[in-house]
């Protein structure tokens, strides 16, 4: 079921949002060699706390028995997504570092009684959900690095611009798949994006690549959306394998990864991005 999202709802998701691009803008700034994971995990979680939110990852069920460990994911190199901040790992001149990081926000009912703001019924927490991400090259990157990450971004914006009503979900992944494969890169099967605002995830998927026309997947793009954009792109190969943690996604070649994100209001003019 596609949960449309009231003005109201999408006020409180527009705020939530200005809030978490805060937060990413200022952990993307200290990636530096030398600099460790879990520095920038506890920045990221104080800042979303004293903003009055909750971190949407720390602790999310990923199948198993398992739990995600940390506030932020942080994915190096080949990791395509859900690497975390634990156990410490530092950061090397050349590498390339996805940061993905979701907010739960206002969940203090008296903040959401100052600013006027809706509570969200499908939460305990009472809040609305925001996801962002960004990958950031560490110090000096090859130029083959430095293309992958304009690529990737360029993805996400293409993404983005398709995502008006009246279009399908398969225009936003023709945009994306199209560009990634003009320059010969994999785009991730295995994951992809997300409707989201009442929850972390929730339907619709919003898919990267191209599916069936005829899939009851492939959605009609109606105001009053809110989905995450949020196309993984490898250098190499489009396959992923798990890490034996459990959750991690490694490229299956080795090859390096990308990933940009961001949370989008369908409205009746197009897409809003809320991060």
Known sequence: MIR?????????IRQGGKILAKVLKKVAAMVKPGVSSVALEKVAEADILAAGGRPAFKNYPMGGGIFFP??????????????????ERFFQAGDIVDLD??????VDPELRKKLNLPTNKYSKHGGFFTDTCVTV???????ELKKLLTVTRDCLYAGIKAAR????????????????????????????????????HEEPDVYH????????????IKE????????MINLGDYQVEIAENGYTALS????????????????????????
């Open 101 to 106: 990081i979701g907010m739960e926000w206002p």
């Open 209 to 220: 690549f191209t599916i069936s026309p005829k899939s009851t997947e492939n959605f009609l």
């Open 4 to 12: 449309l999202k009231n003005k109201d709802e999408v006020e409180a």
């Open 70 to 87: 940390s506030t932020l994911c942080i994915s190096i190199n080949d990791e395509v997504v859900h690497g975390a901040a634990y156990p």
């Open 165 to 200: 009503p009246g279009n399908y979900m398969n225009d936003i992944a023709k945009a994306i798949e199209s560009l990634a494969e003009r320059h010969g890169y994999g785009v991730v099967r295995d994951f992809v994006g997300h409707g989201l605002g009442h929850f972390a």
């Open 252 to 275: 299956a070649d080795g090859s390096p990864s990308a990933h940009f994100e961001h949370t989008v209001y369908i409205s009746k003019d197009g897409p809003e991005i809320m991060t």
């Open 224 to 231: 009053g959306m809110v989905i995450a954009i949020e196309p």
């Open 137 to 143: 090259p560490v110090a000096k990157v090859t130029k």
